[in-house]
């Protein structure tokens, strides 16, 4: 997703040091994927391993090199059609929902045109490249990283159809943290505060242009909200209440007959859920993650507060470390844990969760698409989604900023979705 | 929809007044209808007109008089499960889609019911009411008046669906009057603005609490989006470039192959609408009506300009006369019509149709539903809707505000929705 | 349904006769409905009784008058698209599922439409008619007989759809019989049987050719299955053994969840059921009504049973009287009653409920349809479908043969469908 | 499908010959897939291959091993979850159309299961089987037998789905023949014919009890109808004439737009197919595959000619040999071959396509299924199928009897289902 507003210059080492980070953490992600783990597609909004390895590359291929290294020879023609994701500038295109029909070609052919793509780029890069070309590439890497996160949360979907429960990474339980304790609240002034990014280094079209925002005084949790809190709203028959919920939420809860968050399952009275490390128990002190934001705000109702909008987020955000949680080139925990002591200051709010805002997905003021495919990104999505902040325990190490705005209708639960509470001061 | 922010003070004999004038006015809306007519259901969306007319009776009954009336007898015990539309607080009711099964009560059956409640709530109203009870009755009011719009946008839903095409009203042609000229602009300045309702007179819970607002300066056209424009559009394959509109916009146009607005069909070369004056040629000077928020989106991007907020269209709406094409009781035009010569200012802000916004429905800072019954009202919907402004021909005369909020999904094409292009200053 | 294959000749006055009485029973049916009763369509395999009552009208129009009544003036040209049924060769239509759009004409008018139409036949029959046109008019008398019995079934179903369950025909509780006692068997003889209408009077074109079919010695239980039978199937688990059911049935089973005919509801422990009578209780003597024949092949493997074929029913049926509990053009009981005393014979053969057998409705050996468009008829529904014979308490007195074959898809509830038990001798 | 209604006596030795060639069948067949390529369901109707291959081990392992092994050691416990089909008297098990979410086991784990069963049975069988025994082996192969056309049918349906047309076999284009001719027509007699299996060698359940059934005087073309006779209808406006249709056909037709039979695409006015041999010009000589029961029968009408019972087909195929285009074991030329020189006899009636007949899938008289998990077969399939006789090219050779009875619905295309043509004598 998404065209850049602006981007510092970049020198060549740098960009290449970055571009085999990123690519080899692709690979590093797949190492435990068979060719078939890589190929099957387990509902539409989820897409096979292998396509997003072979996705991420075709857009290098297709923006960065056919027009910008002479003499490039395409790897296989036939890549433009299977691997282009929603481009319609671009051309025809496998259909989202039939991806998972690719069983050709096979994953090793994938990890082939990996490294033919790589070779290119690098040498392309070795020999120097303009600052638009450079641009595009950096597009790129962050394109792929996003892409990374979503390989992710698609095998935890796929493999938790699969009534054997695989397990990403060794299913060891992790251990577990004492309790956590009641949550802090801090407060924040009112006023005119300054949002989107600021032309400094890479950002998203979307988080920008930088702009003036009027906000209320408030207050935000200092860190999310727990398992342990969520199992209570259970306990207090929060699924069962229709003044709790959205229209369209209760809609969804007597549709799908939704009773917990998404991957959980009751076994002997115990509270279980399907991870990247398999099967294990609730961890009442970790953030809850994999609900949707019908969930997020029933919640936010019963407990007599609500969610934050996303100004409110990035105001809170600025100047905090984003140090946290973060999938650190597919290494790291894979779950949410659980929010360090308590101090003076707001905690959790990079990685572990990404957290729920009230805010509708729009366009800041004087928003423009940038011209050409790659604008062709953010834009077309500003509807029926709301904007998450913070990055989760699947996003990439240093794939996050203050001004970031994630994005998914309201009613989906396969990312690492969870909450922060807020109320008016 | 909606509970009321404040009312002021009003009197016994003012409230009387409306009342008969705002419930006669029901009972001439359905003079043109049978007993079948008023009985069917054309879609999940439209609910029957016999539904309008004893659903609004029920909420005198269940939320004036059963709490506030002694003595009072209930008309018919049935009608509190058939004629609840969604307030879960007050219990099981007839399931939204299936409210055209009802064929029974008899729609004279339902106008004794409408006579006994009126002939109840005018006994209370002549006893005098306190100002709780007088602000319910007022809120009974402008929720009948909504509906009122809704039989009228349902009926002719619901003719249109009759290989006859049959007229609500007299057929005839109406005159068409000279070509409206091209758009003018005026402009705005940004700042902080004050968005919402003041608290004098009735609003919707929604409408408040009156906030601060900041925008940037804009400028808006100072008529409506025209028949004849959206003919240009259409002609320019505006229904066919993909890269004009949100990508949920351009699924509809792929799954239900739009082509032009809702009721628009072409008869030898030559456009045609359904109205409720029966099939009638398309005037190119009048304001396109029956147009989803996606289609708008679309024309505002081929026109390289884009839809007002909802703040700045509250904005310039600010002092304006509220005059405009309305529904008079059910009476009046009927249908949008040209605007008015250009001057100076903007034409058409109020009636003739509703404006989309490209402001998610959302509560404004500090919103809390009110407590009890009719608190379940505008909250619960805030979610996958657009806001619009300005009311419509269908709207009743007089049931309009600079501050009220109407609101449908972006995919809606039934109401009498139009638009009004904007652009940043 | 169907062309003639052959008529016995036919007096004039014996069929203008019969003309007045059929068609005054269609109008005898629709007296106790309301414009509004006779305008919606519950579902789609359910018509509006105004489009039945027009539908018959338009037959005579269309196949006797048009052709063969010079002078004759349509009625109203927009009928022709209006209240065509399926007769491809005859034109475009309103789809099937929309049946219910049409307020419009009002039930007077369709009033209005058969005395129009029924006048011009009628003289028509004064003047005297050769056998093609008397068999055409026959065949419409047949015709409007199988809607009459549609007529009463599609506002059962409608009926059953509103909360207050209203009664078509006065709701007194019926005087319930004395326990019926066990099943007894009667035996018959295989060989080489003749099946299929001789010729000799009217018949349907899937009735014929007459040819003969082999048959093994079977018996038939002499009573249909009784609704006491059916609960104690209930209570032992029918509805929840896979092994008793068919596949698809099964599927049928998980997905709409039944656990009992159509149209009944347990209160408190009894079982009462929607009637043309309103709600009613179970009589346990009577026959059960309203069971697919997914339901009713479970029944009969849950009781070492099986369903008799066609043929064998048709064997069975040879010879015996035809009279029975049915609609008696409109009046009579039109609810399954219980078996007359035990005897040495088969009871219950003609009248109470339609069987189902295990026979797929299939073209007999050298069936042909018809030329034309009253061939359009049963051939094209020869697929997916079983037969049912010996007409239900809803079909008009006399318009039932041994061998006529009705037919509905197995999941079908809505019909006076019942079974009778057969078994290998 | 299906327990054996009897079986001749077979030598230990012959057994295990059998059982070798059988289960190393499937195996070659499975050698041109990859991982991927063996898991993926294209369809619910379709099986992945991989799930073939253990569904066809997990019966040897169910029902012959476990009950008559003493000492064998189940493979995987997890197994019997994932790998049984349908028989809810064993368990519960994967849903159909979640079969393709089972990426683990590996296709080479599914390997190593095959190895282990297959040396449990072998060694069962050199300790020499009582007759049960060996009876349920024999139908262990057939049920084998039967998936290994499946795993066929359902890997050229997946490939088809492929933007790539990959190949299942070496793609180059076979030899085409010389031009058919006219089909010629063969007549029979009427009579009292004995259907059905007369308990010599392995037949299904459905296949008896063999019993008298009475035919009428027909005829029966000599070969098949062609993909060049095909194409005649199409030109002919075969695809867009409702009277050709059954209503269930014209249908499916208006829904799917089915307008050619499946697999077939036009490119540049000539007409290709999807074969497992990858894109192939349509063979105007060679019988037309792929049409559904609607499409015969459509074309039927359209030659004023119908499809054969299958009383007529068995008739007619008695004692014919039973040489043909089998696949031969996975090899073999995977297409239907255009008819050879006509003689004074019927052509193609074993091998090439699978005829539709006119006869539902129904009980023969006397039908009952066996008892226990075998029995839970083919007569809860008995509705809404019709049956077709002969075998295909995709047929594992030896798999097929004069008395076998194939069955599916009427709307599907992906076997290799095609036609011939009856008439009345």
Redesign the interface.
């Known amino acids: 997703m998404a065209a850049l507003t602006a981007l510092a210059p970049r020198r060549g080492a740098d960009l290449l040091t970055a571009f085999d980070r990123v690519r080899s953490g692709s690979r590093a992600l797949a190492a435990p994927l ?7 597609q ?1 509902m539409p909004d989820a897409s096979p391993a ?1 396509w997003h390895l072979a996705h991420t590359t075709w857009f290098f291929e297709t923006m960065v090199l056919k027009p910008n290294a002479p003499g490039y020879r395409v790897f296989d023609e ?1 890549f433009n ?2 691997f282009n994701s ?1 481009y ?2 671009v051309g025809e295109r ?1 259909p989202r929902p ?1 991806r ?5 070609p ?2 090793d052919r994938v990890t082939e045109y990996r490294a033919h793509v790589d070779g290119a780029v690098e040498d392309l890069l070795y020999g120097g490249v303009e600052p638009p070309v450079a641009e595009l590439i950096e597009l790129g890497l962050h394109h792929e990283q996003q892409h990374q996160e979503l390989l992710l949360t698609d095998i935890l979907h ?1 493999f938790a ?4 429960k ?1 397990a990403y990474r060794d299913p060891s339980p992790l251990p577990v943290r004492a309790a956590t304790g009641e949550a802090g609240w801090v407060a924040f002034d009112g006023g ?1 505060v300054e949002i989107g990014h600021d032309g400094r280094g890479f950002a998203y079209d979307c988080e920008g242009p930088r ?4 906000i ?1 005084p408030f207050r935000l949790a200092d860190r999310c909200v727990t398992n342990g809190e969520w199992l209570d709203f259970m306990a207090d028959g929060g699924y069962r209440d ?2 709790l ?6 809609a969804q809860i007597l549709e799908h007959r939704w009773s917990a968050p998404l991957y959980w399952e009751e076994r002997d009275g115990e509270w279980w859920a399907m991870t990247l490390r398999g099967m294990q128990p609730i961890d009442r002190d970790a953030p809850v993650a994999h609900v949707s ?2 969930e997020a705000d029933a919640y936010a109702a019963w407990a007599g507060k609500r969610l934050p909008t996303e100004f409110e987020w990035e105001r809170a955000a600025e100047g905090l470390s984003k140090d946290g949680n973060f999938a650190g080139g597919g290494l790291g925990r894979l779950r949410p844990r659980p929010a360090g002591a308590a101090g003076s200051g707001l905690r959790q709010m990079f990685g572990d969760v990404w957290e729920w805002t ?3 997905f ?2 800041y ?2 928003f423009r698409p940038a011209a050409g495919a790659v604008g ?1 990104y953010n834009g ?5 989604q709301y904007v998450l902040r913070g990055g989760s325990c699947a996003t990439p190490e240093g794939h996050i900023r203050a001004t970031y705005r994630n994005f998914f209708q ?1 009613d989906k639960r396969w990312q690492f979705s969870g909450l922060r509470l807020a109320e ?1 001061a």
């Open positions: 068979s060719d078939a783990d890589a190929t099957v387990s292998k036939s059609y299977l929603y319609d500038s496998q039939r998972g029909m690719i069983t050709r096979h994953l796929l159809q699969s009534p054997l695989p005119i702009h003036q925002a009027l209320q229709p003044l919920w959205l229209s369209d939420g209760w934001y019908f009230r805010s509708a729009a366009p003021p004087g062709e077309k999505f500003m509807n029926g309201p008016d």
